[in-house]
Every structure is written in structure tokens, then in C-alpha cells.
């Protein structure tokens, strides 16, 4: 199966500060790529999909000037949670689709982000 | 839009013994259902998937049926195993456009 790589796995930052997650296709380009968000023994929740140089869609209820995404190249895509606060602190995961495989979804690792 | 739902919340068997966990959808549409299985800390991970011309597929001790007109589908594990606990999720997409995850299915292989 394709490779998702997500970085960092796990994240301390202090109230009022901004953190970086990128999300890489290491074998393939991928065409659309989604972020999640999980809570301790939910399911996945989708924040937002986003398209290679185009703006990402934000689902309902996803502040999207606190949740930059950026998705510059096929292969790469980024979280910022800005400003984050206590609340923010969740597990975070990227996902890539890819079309000439079937229109499978790849997984990256998560990123737990825990703010305090 | 697309409703998946997914049961049991959680399922305990024997090592050894069998596991079946059933995901329904609701829209027609959907043509493609995976499942994944996501560890402790882990993402979620592609171990098994089906389109809708197909009923069922099988890779080792993993199967997934499909029934169209009752829009369910199933995971079937065959002799579990300790390393099979896990949380494992169905989903449903149209072509790939927008995947819709079931609740999840905590599954304990007991030894």
C-alpha cells in the first residue's frame, strides 16, 4: 500500500502558540487530501478536505482561521492550529487518497497534540 | 448525505474463535467500502476493501462481504489472534470522493 508519512507524532505546546503538522504522500501523488480530528474512543471526525493548489473545504463547525491548511505540492500538506488552546489538544490525522490506486485512502501515523 | 452505521461498539472473543463486525449505509451511491484497523496511538490502517460488483473478498484469515440491496457489509476474522485487538472502523465512499466512517468496533482477542 501507498506510504502517508505524518510529523511530529506527538506535540507539548504552551497556550497561545502555533504548531505545525505536515502530512507527505512518500510513494505517490496525492490528489485530495483529508484532515481529522479524534477523541479517545471516537471515530474519526473530518475537518476539511483539501485539492493540490486550491483552497481547502472546511466542514461545518471547523473554524478555518484557526485551522490553516495548506497544500502546496501533490505529495505535501500542512495543519497549523493556531492560537491553539486547551481544547485544541486531540489527535490529529492526515489521509491522502489517490486516485490511479482505486481511489484508496491512506492514513498518516497521527499526531497527538496536547496543549497546556 | 451518507449515514454509516457500525455494530458491536466492542466484541471480546477467544483466541482462535471468529469475529464478525457489521457496518449498513444508507445512500445507494456508495460504491466502495474499506476497512480499517487502527492500534493504540496509531492511525487507521487499510487491511481489507470491496467494491460494489464484487460480494465478497477474502485475503488470509480477513474477509468482507457486501449485500447491495440491503446496503450492509461485514468484516470476518478467522482464527483471531492476540494481535488482531484493536478498534476497527468501516467507511463508505462514492468513487473515492468522501469517505464516511462507522463508529467503530473495539475488538479483544482474549488469550
Known amino acids: 500500500g501507498a506510504v502517508v508519512s505524518q510529523h511530529p507524532s506527538r506535540v507539548i505546546c504552551k497556550s497561545g502558540t502555533s504548531v505545525k503538522i505536515e502530512c507527505r504522500s512518500l510513494?505517490?501523488?496525492?490528489?485530495?487530501m483529508f484532515w481529522y480530528r479524534q477523541f479517545p474512543k471516537q471515530s474519526l471526525m473530518l475537518m476539511a478536505t483539501?485539492?493540490?493548489?486550491?483552497?481547502?473545504?472546511?466542514e461545518q463547525g471547523v473554524e478555518k482561521d484557526k485551522f490553516l491548511i495548506n497544500h502546496a505540492s501533490l505529495t505535501l500538506s500542512t495543519l497549523t492550529v493556531t492560537s491553539a488552546h486547551p481544547e485544541d489538544s486531540s489527535f490529529y490525522i492526515c489521509?491522502?487518497?489517490?486516485?490511479?490506486?482505486?481511489?484508496?485512502?491512506?492514513f498518516g501515523s497521527g499526531t497527538q497534540l496536547s496543549v497546556l | 448525505g451518507e449515514n454509516v452505521e457500525q455494530h458491536p461498539s466492542t466484541l471480546s472473543v477467544q483466541e482462535g474463535d471468529s469475529a464478525v463486525i457489521k457496518c449498513t449505509y444508507s445512500?445507494?451511491?456508495?460504491?466502495?467500502f474499506p476497512w480499517y484497523k487502527q492500534e493504540l496511538g496509531k492511525g487507521p490502517q487499510l487491511i481489507i476493501d470491496?467494491?460494489?460488483?464484487?460480494g465478497e473478498k477474502k485475503d488470509q484469515r480477513i474477509a468482507v462481504t457486501l449485500n447491495k440491496t440491503a446496503k450492509h457489509f461485514s468484516l470476518h476474522i478467522t482464527e483471531t489472534q492476540p494481535e488482531d485487538s484493536a478498534v476497527y472502523f468501516c467507511?463508505?465512499?462514492?468513487?473515492?470522493?468522501?469517505?464516511?466512517f462507522g463508529t467503530g468496533t473495539s475488538l479483544t482477542v482474549i488469550p
Open positions: 489521509s491522502a487518497s489517490v486516485g490511479g490506486l482505486g481511489e484508496k485512502l491512506f
Open positions: 510513494d505517490f501523488q496525492a490528489t485530495t
Open positions: 483539501s485539492n493540490e493548489g486550491s483552497k481547502a473545504t472546511y
Open positions: 445512500d445507494s451511491a456508495s460504491n466502495y
Open positions: 470491496i467494491r460494489s460488483n464484487v
Open positions: 467507511a463508505a465512499s462514492i468513487s473515492g470522493n468522501q469517505f464516511y
